[in-house]
């Protein structure tokens, strides 16, 4: 029997201070619930100015306000504002920025990777008709792509839209968190569903029905403030919040994986290691670079001028293997310096192993 209680229920510094051991509680199947998040509080200020520069018309910033704080349904056009910010969050890792801050104050075990957060914004399925015939949107906004690629913008409104699941079903050897969030306050029906009777017990996926609801047992039962967030292993069973007509919810699933020896590709594209964010939140050269070798086709001049940037960055493999695909046919000297500095700096087998193909 675990020696911590199924939910810890602290300030969001008493996690970040080293006063109370959040992995250790973490990895025995708790749920830590961390009051006040600060780096919430400011990536939702920083969404909303985000989004009103993205479609200056209209309300915007006005309107996403009364949507978070009173459940006012916004107009079309602010709407199409947030899905904007969204991607820009998405493409600048900008809410990995943030929580760099509140996970590098955690004591875990390295290497730590971030997967860039995933958004989910529920609206009324009348409006989510409307928006797709609005000709403003995607269709990758109403329907991932790919399995493993970057996901959907808006969930669907009932509550079976998600499976009962783990984020793993299989042995794996590293440990995956979740770090989940509203950007508005939830009552306890409006939080995410954790089924803590079965944590590492051998229950698979299964549609959300309601005989499958009664052979899982009642899920634990909390509720999140706006700057509230739930940080749980993602071997626990959960589902996502109970789905009723007229509610509107946008959360956000930031999953970090800790002690994890490759890249995590085999769960889901796009985690990066967190050195790339720097020796400290406020330094942000190392992931301004990843970033821009992800956007853009530098010239060899600038490719140089990278590689030698990187000597005073923090060291990431991920990183280095990016600067040599974009270096290879542009300046292969650059491609073959990065390669050979993975191999001969990395002591982990996988991106040996990679720099080497």
Request: proline share 6%; aromatic share 10%; charged share 25%.
């Amino acid at each position: 029997m675990s020696k911590f209680p199924p939910i810890i229920d602290l300030p969001a510094d008493a996690a970040t201070n080293g006063s109370y051991p959040v992995f250790e509680a973490l990895t025995e199947g708790a749920l830590v619930i961390l009051r006040g998040v600060e780096q919430i509080i400011q990536g939702r200020r920083a969404l909303i100015e985000t989004a009103a520069t993205a479609v200056p018309a209209g309300n915007v910033a006005d309107e996403l306000l009364a949507f978070y704080d009173d459940a006012v349904a916004p107009s079309m056009n602010t709407v199409h504002a947030l899905s904007q910010a969204v991607k820009i969050f998405r493409e600048k890792r900008e809410w990995s920025r943030r929580l760099h801050g509140l996970f590098a104050q955690i004591d875990l075990p390295a290497p730590i990777l971030y997967d860039g957060g995933i958004p989910r914004l529920l609206l009324g399925s009348e409006f989510v008709e409307a928006a797709k015939q609005s000709g403003l949107f995607e269709p990758g906004d109403f329907m991932r792509t790919s399995p493993t690629g970057k996901t959907e913008i808006f969930s669907r409104v009932t509550p079976d839209a998600t499976p009962i699941h783990r984020d793993y079903n299989r042995d794996h050897y590293l440990f995956q968190m979740n770090l989940w969030f509203c950007l508005h306050s939830t009552e306890v029906d409006e939080v995410i569903r954790v089924f803590p009777e079965h944590y590492h017990h051998p229950v698979f996926t299964m549609e959300c029905t309601p005989e499958a609801l009664a052979q899982v047992g009642d899920p634990l039962e909390f509720e999140l403030d706006f700057g509230d967030a739930v940080l749980f292993h993602g071997e626990h069973l959960h589902a996502s919040p109970v789905g009723k007509p007229g509610r509107r919810r946008q959360s956000l699933d930031f999953r970090a994986a800790v002690a994890c020896h490759d890249d995590n590709r085999h769960y889901h594209e796009g985690f990066i290691n967190a050195a790339n964010f720097g020796r400290a939140a406020d330094d942000p050269a190392a992931i301004d670079m990843l970033v821009e070798l992800e956007d853009a086709a530098p010239t060899a001049e600038r490719l140089t001028a990278i590689l030698d940037a990187f000597e005073d960055l923090p060291f990431a493999e991920d990183r280095y293997l990016l600067l040599a695909d974009k270096a290879a046919g542009i300046d292969n000297a650059v491609a073959d310096w990065a390669i050979k500095t993975v191999i001969s700096r990395s002591d982990l087998y996988y991106w040996v192993l990679a720099a080497g193909r």
